[in-house]
C-alpha cells in the first residue's frame, strides 16, 4: 500500500486547511487509517483515526472539536479538515494505514503498517 498526502502549506491562526491522503495498492476501506504529526525537535504524535469500518473516530485532546477525519472510499481517499488553526499545529503531518479489522481505534504509532512521505502545515500567529 503506498500513501501520498499533500494539501499542507501556510495558514494564519484561525483559517482552515483540508489535507488529502491517496492510497493505492490496496483500499482504504479496509484499513484503519490515521494521521500523526511531527512538530521539529518533537516525537511524531497521533492526531486523528478512524477504524476500517468507518464506524468510529478518536481524536488526540488537542485537536478534538477543531478536526474532523473522513474517508471517500470510493476514491480511496482520507481527509484531514483542520479548522481554527494554532501555530502550535505546526508540524509535518503523515497519514498512516494500519492493516487491523478491529472495532478499535489504532492509536499507537506501532499499529500502523503503511506511511506516507508527510505534509508539511505552518500556521503562522
Known amino acids: 500500500v503506498q500513501l501520498q498526502a499533500s494539501g499542507g502549506g501556510l495558514v494564519q491562526a484561525g483559517g482552515s486547511l483540508r489535507l488529502s491522503c491517496a492510497t493505492s495498492?490496496?483500499?482504504?476501506?479496509?484499513?484503519?487509517m490515521g494521521w500523526f504529526r511531527q512538530a521539529p525537535g518533537k516525537e511524531r504524535e497521533f492526531v486523528a483515526a478512524d477504524t476500517w469500518s468507518g464506524d468510529m473516530t478518536r481524536y488526540a485532546d488537542s485537536v478534538q472539536g477543531r478536526f474532523t477525519i473522513s474517508e471517500d472510499n470510493a476514491q480511496n481517499m482520507v481527509f484531514l479538515q483542520m479548522d481554527s488553526l494554532k501555530s502550535e499545529d505546526t508540524a509535518v503531518y503523515y497519514c498512516?494505514?494500519?492493516?487491523?479489522?478491529?472495532?478499535?481505534?489504532?492509536?499507537?504509532?506501532?499499529?500502523?503498517?503503511?506511511w506516507g512521505q508527510g505534509t508539511l502545515v505552518t500556521v503562522s500567529s
Open positions: 495498492g490496496g483500499t482504504s476501506s479496509r484499513y484503519g
Open positions: 498512516a494505514a494500519a492493516n487491523i479489522q478491529s472495532i478499535y481505534v489504532p492509536l499507537r504509532r506501532a499499529a500502523y503498517d503503511y
